[in-house]
């Protein structure tokens, strides 16, 4: 598996989303207070190499044009060819094709949750395990790894009703 | 990536190990009472096709060698060719020989927890994602995930100090 | 400690409130379900003689004078002596006084939560632990059980900045 | 109720048991690391005033007389009048018997958990609730909250087979 590169360095993209999200008591909102990555991957015991890097705490629908185009610019330029972007839910279908237009010889996996990593019942570390796996194995490429599975960007979509990710 | 063929039933073994392991308020001991694995799934989202079988409840230092023929022949028996193996991570290693030995042609993941899905704080759900995407994505081989890690079987073992997995 | 009548039934009226929110991850609004108070005594072994009723879900700012008449009425008819009621922080000192104006010869508990008992680190069991020992060891009287601390009604309010309870 | 003086201080003897235990993930045992206290009191946002103190961190079936005595002595010497000592629920009766004997003047609560506060579905924080409004309404004496219960000590057993403190 040496052409895999397994053991090399992931460098995680934090952009906000659900997974990041946290009750605020005294509004009663949901909103950001600081990125709980760290906390998550030493909860878990994560011995891979990461390098962590906190581009945008955002709810994925206020994301514009120029969010994508800053988080493209980040794959493009960091050193690393394995890439884990954190992502809220609602336009993580619309960013990874961004990034699958636009991305050459490296493997990019989107993820985030449905339930904040920071409330009980949440998928946030099963998705994210999802992600470490699949950036680790694939080959170059944009996907998105949300309910177990693992999706192509441009044949993905979320189904709003139900909340899921499905094939297209 | 249809010839990952991705979408197909991933047949789950479950053995036992820490990350079906309660805690019994009464004896005060750390015991099994029933697998947690589909809670785990339902909480996460799972859409996956997964067919659960339980082969055993058990501590991995009290497996013996049938224990083991037990679980490979699970294995060879399974029409799914893509298999995920819940167990206790003190043997893992060695239940990982014996499949590896004897498989051809089938992805068989093993995979297990330090601290147990109903504690606070466990790995338990992080290291079944990483199981689910690597089940899905590699070719057929044996392979243990933990720590975010992917080892193939024969090039792991359990360091008994720090309790992580590291490659050899 | 037999005046205290310690082993009687406790009423415990539900009402709605944070306590008793759960995150939609569809809509990803706080919404009422059901009342999660059933789980929370059963996880927490209460053996207390317990008579749970569901008066209504309501966030507290969505309660109504005729809201609040219907609770004191409950509280009058119940046969129990001691009586808990799950409520929204923000209402619940007006609560407090319409039950405390009306009321004689009932010991009445009112009690809620900054953070849901369904996320993490809630203080759900913790205010509702307060309100059963002040509900079985208080004289007559309306109280309210936050931030670890018991107040007669009518010398508290809610600090709206900081989310606590203070004596006034 | 300001001769209840549910402004003072309280203060918490810490002496370990089953609510103060962790998962050692290397080991698999359960072991005490450090008290749990602050960070549950933060977590539920008490705003009673504490003052805590760690006496020892055992399992209540290693203490010896004098380690009950050095609580008793802790008991009197300390200038709070409202005490929370916080133990493991085997021996904890015992303890409750040689402070009631002992101790004039003082209200004294002792408590514990079933299940450990940093697992999941702990008892722990109800029973602390518990406690923190025992202390500071019931009369000079010697207590225990379980169970959502309040036991007179003297008048109170644990059920080795249930779990569950009785009143005898």
Redesign the interface.
């Known amino acids: ?1 040496d052409d895999m590169k ?2 090399d360095t992931i460098r995680v993209l934090i952009t906000g989303g ?1 997974i990041d999200k946290e ?1 605020n ?2 509004t ?1 909102e ?1 909103t950001f207070a600081k990125s709980h990555l760290t906390n ?2 030493n ?6 190499k990461v390098f962590l890097e906190e581009v945008m705490l955002k709810d994925s629908l206020q994301m514009r044009n120029e969010d994508r185009e800053e988080i493209l610019r980040k794959c493009i330029d960091c050193p690393e060819n394995r890439i884990i972007v954190t992502h809220g839910t609602d336009t993580m279908v619309e960013t990874a094709g961004v990034l699958g237009k636009s991305l050459k010889g490296k493997t990019v996996v989107l993820v985030g949750a ?3 990593y ?6 946030a ?10 950036a ?3 080959p170059g490429g944009v996907y998105i ?1 949300m ?4 999706f ?1 960007w441009g044949h993905v979509r979320k189904n ?8 297209i």
């Not at 570390?125 to 699949?134: D, I, K, P, R, T």
């Not at 709003?160 to 094939?167: D, H, L, V």
């Open positions: 598996m397994r053991e659900t009750y008591p005294v009663g949901l998550m991957l909860q878990v015991r994560c011995k891979v449905l339930i904040p920071a409330f009980g019942a949440s998928d570390l099963f998705n994210l395990g999802c992600a470490f796996s699949a680790q194995t694939l790894t309910n177990g599975k693992i192509s709003r009703e139900s909340g899921e990710f499905e094939e």
